[in-house]
């Protein structure tokens, strides 16, 4: 059966000891996946989960995906306008317009990056709420665009499961992708 906690033991282990993320020396980034229906139980954890980090030695950075979502989508100064024309849009549209701002400048990415790249050393990155960016954007797209960015362990909280070792389902329902390269933990 399935534990986040035995998960989370590998991932602590992983943390610790770098150079055997794998031969390729990639960037220090971890996938969490988890089963979605744990998605609660998992946020239940966290903050024992932190402070298991902080007794390993380690500071850590909690980032709510959702909050920086919602930070470029207020930014955008386009929500008072969705809203008044929300009644008569199809859903898509709505969508799109918010996926158009959200990919606009790489707005999404590069506000996660800029706190990552100047997050203190010794300091462990956990991404959480990934499952408000459906429909929205993919988290495969943080990855790709981190690459040689990211110089402190950054853990994306993933709910879905892995498929293989460099395949995951996002929420489960996606079609596999894959083409993650970071290393993936749990979600089997």
């Not at 998992?42 to 989960?49: A, D, S, V």
């Not at 709510?64 to 024309?85: K, N, Q, Y």
């Not at 799109?96 to 790249?117: G, H, P, S």
């Not at 596999?176 to 933990?185: A, D, E, Q």
Request: no cysteine; glycine share 6%.
């Amino acid at each position: 059966m399935y534990s986040l906690d035995s998960a989370f033991d590998e991932l602590i282990g992983k943390i610790r000891d770098p150079d055997a993320l794998n031969p390729a020396k990639s960037d220090p980034v971890f996938y969490f996946a988890y089963p979605p229906r744990l998605m609660l139980d998992l946020k239940k954890r966290l903050p024992r989960w932190t402070s298991r980090l902080r007794d390993a030695g380690f500071g850590v950075l909690r980032l709510s995906l959702s909050d920086i979502l919602w930070s470029a989508v207020d930014e955008s100064g386009r929500w008072d306008t969705w809203l008044d024309l929300e009644a008569d849009a199809e859903p898509e549209q709505i969508n799109e317009a918010v996926r158009d701002v959200l990919r606009q400048d790489d707005a999404l990415v590069e506000k996660v990056i800029a706190v990552v790249e100047s997050t203190a050393e010794g300091t462990v990155v956990l991404l959480t709420e990934a499952e408000l960016l459906h429909p929205y954007f993919r988290t495969r797209t943080f990855e790709s665009r981190m690459h040689d960015r990211v110089k402190v362990p950054t853990v994306i909280f993933y709910p879905g499961r892995r498929s293989g070792q460099y395949g995951l389902h996002f929420l489960d329902f996606y079609p596999v992708n894959g083409n993650y390269r970071s290393t993936l933990l749990g979600g089997m």
